[in-house]
């Protein structure tokens, strides 16, 4: 009788998941193509150096809810190699602080970036979120149904994403005036490996994601998006908008 009640519950289980993973994506979500680098590269949040040099970039402009009256610019490039994605934000601000200095704590809540990405082709609504504070601080999670199931991520998997920003890890109180900065990064492709069925990038290999810009509790708070997020209340959790990353 056990055996058949564990059968029956992982039956179900997989059945939810099923269910969710092939819940309705956008037709018209943008498309980004990630270019691959010939070797690794220095994590030092240099917008400027020759390997990001001739790398297309998307701008982040979409708004959820109200729009704040100063609108930051952001940009995102992104490329890969045989063992890590890289992704790099450069934000023209204004009301930035940072006070996280706890690695997954409430780094939204700051002036912060995001990337949340489902690399299982399989199941393009099961999707890592990585938020990143613009000092630096990595929130990571690997999240089976939204705000409802996640993995946990072992911290020493976390602390393998290298991140360098070009502001200190600590702002407060607020700079109000107008600041530029830069948060680059990148993720072990083993370590997504190693909690999802991961596709690795090469030539043809597309990911679902979207990428974004936020300020929860700042004095100019605004949610932005990559993709276009059809809801009602900000809610980057919602993986059936996210565009298509295509890797060349």
Aim: net charge neutral.
């Amino acid at each position: 009788m056990k055996n058949i009640l564990v059968k029956t519950g992982l039956m179900i289980l997989v059945g939810t998941f099923c269910s969710f993973s092939e819940a309705p994506v956008t037709d018209d979500a943008p498309v980004y193509h990630v270019g691959k680098l010939k070797k690794p590269m220095k994590i030092d949040a240099d917008w400027n150096k020759a390997q990001w040099k001739n790398v297309r970039s998307i701008n982040i402009t979409n708004y959820m809810g109200t729009v704040p009256e100063f609108k930051p610019e952001t940009q995102v490039k992104m490329l890969y190699d045989n063992d890590y994605v890289y992704v790099i934000f450069h934000v023209k601000d204004r009301y930035v602080k940072c006070i996280t200095d706890r690695i997954n704590g409430p780094v939204w809540q700051d002036s912060a970036v995001e990337f949340f990405f489902a690399p299982d082709p399989r199941l393009p609504l099961l999707y890592f979120n990585l938020e990143t504070n613009c000092g630096g601080t990595p929130l990571l999670s690997y999240n089976l149904v939204p705000r409802k199931e996640s993995k946990r991520i072992d911290l020493d998997d976390i602390k393998k994403v290298e991140i360098a920003s070009t502001l200190p890890k600590i702002i407060d109180p607020e700079i109000s005036n107008p600041v530029e900065w830069t948060l680059e990064y990148r993720i072990p492709l083993d370590v997504l490996e190693k909690y999802s069925n991961a596709a690795r990038p090469q030539k043809g290999v597309e990911w679902k994601a979207n990428f974004y810009k936020i300020a929860e509790i700042t004095s100019n708070p605004h949610y932005i998006t990559w993709a276009e997020v059809i809801n009602e209340k900000p809610d980057f959790h919602r993986p059936e908008f996210f565009g298509r990353l295509i890797f060349d």
